[in-house]
Each structure stands twice: as C-alpha cells, then as structure tokens.
C-alpha cells in the first residue's frame, strides 16, 4: 500500500489536490482537518476543544490528533492508497505516523511538500473565506496559522529529508498542473 503525506502551509492546496488524487487513483483520504471540523459541527467533546485552538490559528494538541487518525486509519485496511492531508503537522505527529505504520508492515512512500509564498496564502485564504464559512479564513487568524506553520510544522519538513521520503513541487501554477507534478512522484514510488 502507497502511504502519501501531502505537506504544506494552510492554504498550500493540500485539500485542492487531495480530492485530484483520490478521483484518479482511488485512494483512502485522511484530512485531520475535515474529521476535526465534522467534529466541531457535531458538537462533540473533541469537537468543542479543538473549536477553541482552530480559532486562534493554533494546532489541536498533539496526543488528541494521534488517537483521532489512530481510528481512522483502521477505516482503510484495503485501501490501495493512503493519502495524509495535513498530518502529521509536528515531528511528534510523524514519529507517531511511523510507528502506526510500522504496526503495519508500512512506511511513509512519500513526503510531497507544496511550496508557496505567505502572499499567496492569505490571499487565497481570505479568498476562499468569502465563502467558505470557515471561522478560520479570516486575516488575523490566518496571520496565526502561517506563524504557527513556521514554528511548528515546518521543522516536520526536515524529519522526512532524513527519511529520504522528501519531495518538493512548487505549488504556484494551475491546480492541472501541479497536479501533473504530484502524480509524477506519486508513480515514482
Ligand atoms: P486544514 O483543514 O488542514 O486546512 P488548510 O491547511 O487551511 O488548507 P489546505 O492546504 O488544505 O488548503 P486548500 O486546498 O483548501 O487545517 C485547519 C486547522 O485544523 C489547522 O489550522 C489546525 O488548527 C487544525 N489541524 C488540522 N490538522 C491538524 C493536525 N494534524 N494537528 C493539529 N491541528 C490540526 O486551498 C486553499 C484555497 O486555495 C482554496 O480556496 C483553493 O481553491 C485555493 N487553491 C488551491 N490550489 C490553488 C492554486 N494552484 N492556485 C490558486 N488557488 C488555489
């Protein structure tokens, strides 16, 4: 089974492009953020903590976060693919994803980092919160969730250079053909 994290700021398309890869290959899609925002919609008890991070542009606690895709993951046995649409987002996450996928038999296949300037971030993220009804895709939390992707997600970055799983793409560019670059090393895996 191909395990593929998809990496990258918020806003960085991971959500765009996740969708692009489970229509052509049919993959299992993991986004920690839709399980936590279906969560918050529910009103459940993770639901309601996690409300009170997302809102000032702050990561869910880490121990929360690995029980949550722990359960998850068990939903995809005969998966053929896996895509990770914002996991892990801290070292400590993707130490945690190693070791799930080790009880396995499996490993990280490979890390895709989406790369794209801060301008372009929040300008599609106000962007998308015309519309989205995200409480999140505002300016003064998206300033946050950039500064806390700096601090605290981009170091996850360097984890898998040491794996050897790092891919980089430029994620400026048509959605088609950075898609094109996706599939590219998704096949060379
Ligand atoms: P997420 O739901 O993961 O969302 P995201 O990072 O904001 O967005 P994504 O990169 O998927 O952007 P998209 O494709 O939509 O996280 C939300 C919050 O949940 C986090 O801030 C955190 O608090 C919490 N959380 C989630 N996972 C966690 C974890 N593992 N640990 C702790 N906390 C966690 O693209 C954005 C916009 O750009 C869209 O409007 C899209 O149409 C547009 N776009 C995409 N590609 C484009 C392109 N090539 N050109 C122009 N526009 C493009």
Redesign the pocket.
Known sequence: MKYIVLF?P????????SENIIEKYGYGHI????V?RAEMQNNTELGKTAKD??EK????PDSL?IDMLAKTLDGFKTAKGIIF??????TA?AVALKEMLKARGGDVSVMINLIVSEKELVE??L??GKTSGRS?DNLETIQK?IDTYNNQTAPVIDYYKGEGKLANIE?????AA?FEKICEKIEAV
């Open positions: 990258g918020p806003g960085s398309g991971k959500g765009t492009q986004s920690t953020g839709d936590l991070f997302i542009g702050q990561l869910v976060i649409d914002g996991f892990p987002r801290t996450q599609r993220l962007n998308r999140d969730r994620g400026i560019g048509t959605i950075i």
